[in-house]
């Protein structure tokens, strides 16, 4: 199943974005700093997420930028690289990460790592740890952004055009890296052939994220992973196209096809919990807005009407629920009676039946064997 769709603008209010701890500017250190907070003085407010690879698919890093998007300047810092030793990968910022912020009106920096130690777990393999950004770039980064007066999609373009400066202080600072761990890193030849393909023009560099995305799609078309919790094994591609030309290739954990209705299912499931950590729910919504704002949706060529969903399961969960327009408020509090959800979640899962709601996609909450 081929599903294709377009996005050209993302209304959207969350309504489950995390209180940020706020830093003053003068005392900022990104790599101290918690994964999104707020970052201040006297005369500007930015809301500051960091990811600790330029790959989407470790450590939430969508649920680090969604805290943030309740706050009207939002900046996301992301290494540029990050190569983990010769034994470990090295990943590189995507096209679609940077039209997926700029969609999103989230300032981007690319940053680099200056320092790390040996990674001492597996002593079988070569590979370092603990990698810092360089703080005083990311600082000096946060002043331009603080005077520039356009939007984050025209300074995420300009800074991808201007990007051969980090990726040179990139491969120094990995040089130095190397001489002071005595771990082999990757060959620089490859970092040289990065900076080429986004340096030409942007075009290229779609092309070049999209040849390693479409790959990514097509592995994962085929992967169940450990906590999805299906109801079908059925995974589809999904191509969406946004304002920019770019394109994304992403991938629907379920998909129900009747009729002409669309519904595209994000599965989130926990073995042990009455619901899946507040990360994985996050990253989950994060995909909602990509869904929620999808237009010209069309399956097989044919033109679709689109429904989003989110489905969180659990073995504890007795008695399911779903709510698709409207929510009843009788029936949520029974469910969470006889499943005896504990008090510390039921505001949680309130919020987010009321941010379903608001945003126009479907929540389940399911017991599964």
Same mark, same amino acid.
């Given at each position: 199943?081929?599903?294709?769709? =377009?996005?050209?603008?993302?209304?959207?209010?969350?309504?489950?974005?995390? !209180?940020?701890?706020?830093?003053?500017?003068?005392?900022?250190?990104?790599?101290?700093? !918690?994964?999104?907070?707020?970052?201040?003085?006297?005369?500007? %407010?930015?809301?500051?997420?960091?990811?600790?690879?330029?790959?989407?698919?470790?450590?939430? +890093?969508?649920?680090?930028?969604?805290? =943030?998007?309740?706050?009207? %300047?939002?900046?996301?810092?992301?290494?540029?690289? @990050?190569?983990?030793?010769?034994?470990?990968?090295?990943?590189?910022?995507?096209?679609?990460?940077? /039209?997926?912020?700029?969609?999103?009106?989230?300032?981007?920096?690319?940053?680099?790592?200056?320092?790390?130690?040996?990674?001492?777990?597996?002593?079988?393999? %070569?590979?370092?740890?603990?990698?810092?950004?360089?703080?005083?770039?990311?600082?000096?980064?946060?002043?331009?952004?603080?005077?520039?007066?356009?939007?984050?999609?025209?300074?995420?373009?300009?800074?991808?055009?201007?990007?051969?400066?980090?990726?040179?202080?990139?491969?120094?600072?990995?040089?130095?890296?190397?001489?002071?761990?005595?771990? +082999?890193?990757? /060959?620089?030849?490859?970092?040289?052939?990065?900076?080429?393909?986004?340096?030409?023009?942007?075009?290229?560099?779609? $092309?070049? /994220?999209?040849?390693?995305?479409?790959?990514? $799609?097509?592995?994962?078309?085929?992967?169940? $992973?450990?906590?999805?919790?299906?109801?079908?094994?059925?995974?589809?591609?999904?191509?969406?196209?946004?304002?920019?030309?770019?394109?994304?290739?992403?991938?629907?954990?379920?998909?129900?096809?009747?009729?002409?209705?669309?519904?595209?299912?994000?599965?989130?499931?926990? @073995?042990?919990?009455?619901?899946?950590?507040?990360?994985?729910?996050?990253?989950?919504?994060?995909?909602?807005?990509?869904?929620?704002?999808?237009?010209?949706?069309?399956?097989?060529?044919?033109?679709?009407?689109?429904? !989003?969903?989110?489905?969180?399961?659990?073995?504890?969960?007795?008695?399911?629920?779903?709510?698709?327009?409207?929510?009843?408020?009788?029936?949520?509090?029974?469910?969470? @009676?006889?499943?005896?959800?504990?008090?510390?979640? $039921?505001?949680?899962?309130?919020?987010?039946?009321?941010?379903?709601?608001?945003?126009?996609?479907?929540?389940?909450?399911?017991?599964?064997?």
């Amino acid at each position: 199943m081929e599903i294709t769709g =377009t996005i050209t603008g993302i209304p959207y209010t969350p309504l489950l974005c995390k !209180p940020l701890k706020e830093i003053n500017f003068g005392e900022f250190d990104v790599n101290a700093a !918690p994964s999104a907070c707020l970052v201040n003085d006297s005369r500007f %407010q930015f809301a500051v997420s960091k990811w600790v690879s330029p790959k989407r698919t470790r450590s939430y +890093p969508f649920e680090r930028v969604y805290n =943030t998007l309740n706050i009207a %300047q939002k900046i996301t810092v992301i290494p540029i690289v @990050k190569d983990e030793g010769i034994d470990g990968d090295r990943d590189y910022i995507q096209w679609d990460t940077v /039209s997926l912020m700029s969609l999103l009106n989230v300032f981007v920096i690319f940053a680099y790592y200056d320092s790390a130690v040996v990674n001492s777990r597996n002593k079988d393999k %070569q590979k370092i740890t603990k990698q810092c950004f360089n703080n005083s770039y990311v600082l000096g980064k946060i002043k331009e952004i603080k005077q520039y007066h356009s939007s984050a999609l025209h300074w995420n373009l300009n800074e991808l055009q201007n990007v051969h400066s980090v990726i040179g202080k990139a491969k120094a600072a990995y040089r130095k890296i190397e001489r002071n761990t005595g771990v +082999p890193l990757h /060959s620089t030849d490859g970092l040289d052939v990065f900076a080429r393909q986004i340096g030409q023009d942007v075009s290229t560099f779609m $092309q070049f /994220s999209r040849g390693k995305s479409e790959k990514a $799609q097509a592995r994962e078309i085929v992967t169940v $992973q450990p906590k999805e919790h299906l109801q079908t094994q059925t995974k589809a591609k999904i191509t969406i196209t946004n304002f920019l030309g770019g394109q994304y290739f992403l991938t629907a954990d379920e998909v129900c096809y009747k009729g002409n209705t669309l519904t595209l299912i994000e599965s989130k499931h926990t @073995k042990s919990g009455w619901l899946p950590s507040i990360g994985d729910i996050k990253d989950g919504l994060l995909k909602m807005i990509l869904f929620c704002n999808l237009t010209e949706v069309k399956v097989d060529g044919k033109t679709a009407r689109l429904c !989003p969903m989110i489905r969180l399961t659990s073995p504890k969960i007795k008695k399911s629920i779903a709510v698709h327009r409207k929510l009843n408020e009788k029936e949520l509090l029974q469910f969470m @009676k006889i499943n005896g959800i504990p008090i510390r979640r $039921q505001q949680f899962i309130h919020t987010l039946f009321d941010e379903a709601q608001l945003n126009n996609f479907s929540l389940m909450i399911e017991g599964v064997e």
